[in-house]
């Protein structure tokens, strides 16, 4: 009723189905999947890892770019904000030396002032001096013979010896001077 | 040669579905040699089919993809990254046209157990399956060799941490588990599943259509109606099995090569 085909039936060991019932069926398979085995190899895979290598790279470029364009965003921000302080920063400098300039302007123009002020003081002062100067010299020469006249009235004699007459003046002239000097 | 056609009217019986049904003595062009059977051609024909549809789909592969490139992509992309890149790591390029190859060719035989025309999981004899086996251990064995050279014997044969008084247990334990029972264990339960999946239908099919036709017994119609019916659930079922046993191969055979290039921690 099961007849069993099979070389091993005659030793008494019947494996049943698990026997291959024709051993090519082995050889077959093997043949086979190793024919599968190449074109996978040679054909389809490298086929499919090319695309996405293609694919992964395309990414890639794209993330890359965006980086870039990222990166070169910030270095113009950079540059732009650089700019900016550094134009405030000469700004403030100009801002400053404008304000050094102003006062040292300021401060020449007053020392020039008091330059000058001292300077017509002093020539006021000197202008004085001689003046008065001038002024005590003609002073003494006339008050001599007011002085002498004045005596000569008074005393009611005239003095004729003049070399007597300005002794006297000269001494009290002196004696004027040194009262003078001690208050 | 329709396995599950109905007894003749001079046997009259019910012939069983059996391991006969998986039997094919009759080449299907007359003349060939008696292995050009019909599993053979059907291997052939898989084999052919995952060749040229392969190659169809990585002509002319664009960054966009179309539908048609798209659902090629999303199968590639199930066998690259979550079979060969998760178990690999970053091996897996190496071993990922086999893995690809391994399953395409794998799930196209076992959806043959569903298609017309064909009506049988070529796996479901066993044959093939040793071949498919035998060269995942070539794979495995030979990536083992190729990384550690000899050494690869001993990294095999003796795991870590184990006292030297046990040795003597351990490596033929080891030898056992790594070069015998893993090939054999890949293709028993390949073969298997195909085969109980096939008998299941089979029986379905059969006894149905053989009560369905039975001669003055309505009950007997009315059952076997509901289990033709129900063969095709099981059909659908088979669908599921077949992708599944295709995808548990590839996955061992990825896990098997991970252990062999695996570094010693």
Partial sequence: ?183 | MIPWALPTEGGGGYTPPSVNDFIFDVPVIPGTPVWMNKPFWQAVIGALLVVGLWWLASRRLKLKPSKGQFFAEYIYEFVRNGIARDILHQDYKKFLPYLLGLFSFLLINNWFGEFFVFMLPTFSNVGFAYGLAFLSWCVYVGAGFHKFGIGFLKKALIPEGVPWYLLWLIIPLEFLATFVTRPVTLALRLFANMFAGHLVVLVFVVGGSFLLTYAGNPVFNVSGAVSVLFSFAILFLELFIGALQAYIFTVLTAQYVSTSVAEAH
Avoid: C
């Avoid at chain 1, 049943?16 to 050889?27: A, N, Q």
């Avoid at chain 1, 086929?47 to 992964?56: I, N, P, S, V």
């Fill in chain 1, 1 to 183: 009723m099961v007849p069993v085909a099979g070389a091993l039936l005659e030793s008494g060991i019947d494996l049943g189905p698990l026997l291959p019932h024709h051993l090519s069926e082995v050889i077959v398979g093997i043949i086979l999947m190793l024919l599968v085995f190449l074109v996978m190899w040679k054909a389809v895979v490298p086929a499919f890892e090319k695309l996405y290598d293609e694919r992964y790279q395309r990414i890639e470029g794209g993330l890359n770019r965006a980086e870039q364009a990222e990166a070169e965003a910030k270095a113009a921000l950079a540059e732009y904000n650089e700019q900016l302080s550094s134009a405030r920063e000469e700004a403030a400098k100009i801002r400053e030396e404008a304000k050094n300039a102003g006062a040292q302007l300021l401060a020449e123009a007053r020392e020039k002032a008091t330059k000058e002020s001292d300077r017509i003081l002093a020539s006021g002062r000197a202008q004085l001096e001689a003046e008065r100067t001038q002024l005590m010299t003609e002073l003494r020469g006339e008050i001599g013979g007011l002085a002498t006249t004045l005596a000569g009235k008074i005393v009611g004699e005239s003095l004729a010896d003049d070399e007597r007459a300005n002794r006297t003046v000269d001494r009290f002239l002196d004696e004027l001077e040194a009262a003078g000097k001690t208050r």
